[in-house]
């Protein structure tokens, strides 16, 4: 039996009963790689040694009658997470040798689990990109599609599952970039609830792995299947032990409902910035149709909806004020000469991005202010509804665009050109308030491309999401092996 496009979930089962060792598991993963990857370029750093002694740890570990959430299964893990003996460079040239001396916090909790890491996985230089390609390790490519991007910044990672290099990888979002990636390549990704997963270690070089409440940016699981998702949260979840002094544990809340007609669940597909193509179009109503045939209280709209504008140009703001704010000097005061020049008119994203590229302290704090108040806005619709169905970007994957400025270059949406970053807004929904979210596979576009979407779920209730995409995947399918 080959076992490489098997679900985590599945390959637990086969350990346990005997099927199959760690050892052939991890020997497969690596044999497929190898064969595979050289297409691909999802793998950027192999740790195939390691890997397979660990797998032979995992065997012994189980046949003293040892049981762990992930022992023996092969897994891949997101470049920019430090693990000892290994580089992280998040794509930056500079730092091409930079060796971090211990694990982030989510790769320890990975082995702890008993996982058989492969190796790293691609991303984009600073993790600044919907795509993935940097000067170190070059670019990766789509599995369904080779002349397009499997999205950013956990690209290597959504490229690598959907080509079957191991069951599981953790990565990041900020920007949509597990849930970009999951939907152009059609695998699953969730971004937890802001703070449920510690993410010490997931930082870029040269600076210390420490402890930090970052704003808007969570690392999460990615897997190939709903049920997968659960697993791997549930192994990530909890607060950091240098901050409590204590072991990771958290309870989240059960899912409010088990059965796909107990859902009320909302379906957004039209965004006052930006138009959603018909391929993205047509997946979210596969899947609101699909509740409704379950079911589910499906609405298309409610007056507890927060602003959607406002919400983007929140998000804008506050994402470009968290990126900006380790620039060096001069382009900083580039940046303020900009945005000094604009018209106060101007109420467009990129207008969004400059200022809030140069906020103040004092400009932050406002900010914030209105987003507590669309995060009130958000607690009473999860009041009346249990989710929210909606785009992770307005297309599939599409052509690699390597132009070096992200602001000249542009987005077609149905053969209409737009700004190439404007493509965030449906990400950033979920980021900007902090709620977590689950991408989903939702079909094939008439081309042939994976779509998904995502479910947006209550703040701290991500069991509620991620059951919901369990139900959802044996209604209308899930992962399929690129064609």
Not at 151 to 156: D, L, M, P, T, Y
Not at 285 to 310: H, I, Q, S, Y
Not at 362 to 377: C, F, K, Q, V
Not at 382 to 388: G, I, K, P, Q, T
């Amino acid at each position: 039996m080959e076992w490489s496009f098997q679900t985590a979930e599945r390959l637990a089962a086969a350990l346990r009963a005997g099927e199959v060792s760690s050892a052939e598991l991890t020997d497969e993963a690596i044999a497929r790689i190898e064969r595979e990857d050289k297409a691909i370029n999802a793998i950027c750093v192999p740790d195939f040694d390691r890997a397979r002694a660990a797998a032979r740890g995992a065997d012994q570990a189980r046949a003293r009658g040892e049981d762990r959430p992930l022992l023996g299964i092969p897994v891949t893990v997101k470049e920019s997470y430090n693990i000892a003996g290994l580089p992280t460079t998040w794509g930056v040239p500079l730092h091409r040798n930079h060796m971090p001396a211990e694990d982030a916090v989510q790769v320890s909790r990975l082995k702890a689990a008993g996982a058989v890491v492969l190796g790293k996985t691609n991303v984009p230089l600073g993790l600044q990109d919907v795509q993935t390609f940097n000067e170190i390790y070059g670019t990766t490519n789509n599995p369904w599609d080779h002349g397009r991007t499997p999205g950013g910044s956990s690209g290597g990672s959504a490229a690598a599952l959907a080509s079957g290099f191991g069951a599981l990888s953790i990565g990041s979002d900020i920007g949509g970039s597990l849930r970009t990636p999951a939907h152009f390549c059609g695998v699953y990704a969730h971004k937890p609830t802001l703070g449920l997963a510690a993410n010490r270690g997931m930082v870029p070089p040269p600076a210390p792995a420490l402890p930090e409440d970052l704003d808007l940016a969570v690392v999460g699981p990615m897997a190939r299947a709903a049920r997968d998702l659960a697993l791997l949260l549930d192994v990530m979840a909890g607060p950091d032990p240098l901050t409590l002094g204590v072991a990771h544990e958290v309870t989240l809340p059960p899912a409010r409902h088990e059965r796909l007609r107990d859902f009320r669940v909302l379906v957004l597909d039209e965004h006052p910035l930006l138009p959603t193509g018909s391929a993205v179009r047509a997946g979210v109503n596969r899947v609101a149709d699909a509740l409704a045939d379950g079911g589910a209280r499906v609405e298309r709209r409610t007056p507890l909806l927060p602003d959607l504008t406002e919400a983007a140009t929140l998000y804008t703001q506050l994402l470009f004020s968290s990126s900006a704010a380790r620039f060096p000097v001069e382009a900083y005061e580039r940046l303020r000469t900009r945005a000094a020049g604009l018209s106060a008119d101007d109420q467009s994203l990129g207008a969004a991005r400059l200022r809030g590229a140069v906020f103040s302290h004092r400009d932050w704090m406002e900010a914030n202010s209105r987003r507590e108040l669309h995060r009130h806005g958000w607690r009473r619709l999860f009041a009346e509804f249990d989710a929210v169905v909606c785009p992770i970007t307005p297309t599939p994957a599409f052509p690699h665009d390597h132009d070096p400025d992200l602001l000249e270059r542009r987005i077609d949406i149905d053969g209409v050109e737009y700004p190439y970053l404007d493509q965030l807004v449906w990400a950033g929904l979920a980021t900007m308030p902090g709620l977590p979210a689950t991408a989903v596979p939702a079909g094939l576009s008439s081309a042939g491309l994976p779509v998904g979407v995502q479910l947006i779920g209550p703040m701290f209730e991500d069991r509620t999401p991620l059951r919901l995409a369990e139900l959802l995947e044996r209604r209308i399918g899930g992962f399929q092996a690129p064609r």
